[in-house]
């Protein structure tokens, strides 16, 4: 019997909705419509860096995230939220290779552009900028 390599994909590289976080475990639910609306079990948030260099997020109630499931079948237990990706319905706030940006849904948001060295912070409420020695020029 040979493996059905489309059918591993399939049950292997997973897209759902998140319909619960759990921000203390870094853990989210996610409800697979193509899978007759089969709600997975908490599954772990990849995120970069976890040791000394930590970047924190938790997707969204209702964002569309890809999960990786390590099992052949279509168990939704064994897996990792691995990130979101930009849709016709969520589009990005920037189309530049030489911009990082980072929003954070009130309209406050991070952006550096590589190209003109300029960084722009916009903050929608009270900014705090902490530090040994704060040097404006």
Known sequence: MGIDVKTMIKN???????????????????????????????LPILNR??????????PDIGEQVVCLFSSRDTNTSIGWIIGTHFSAADTPNAADANIRRVDFGDGSYIEYDRGSQSMTINCAGPLTIKGSTVNIN
């Open 12 to 42: 292997t590289v997973r897209v759902g909705v998140v319909s619960a976080i759990n921000a203390e475990n870094m853990t989210a639910r996610v409800d697979f419509e193509d899978m007759d609306n089969n709600v997975s079990a908490e």
């Open 49 to 58: 860096g976890s040791k000394k260099v930590k970047d924190y997020w938790i």
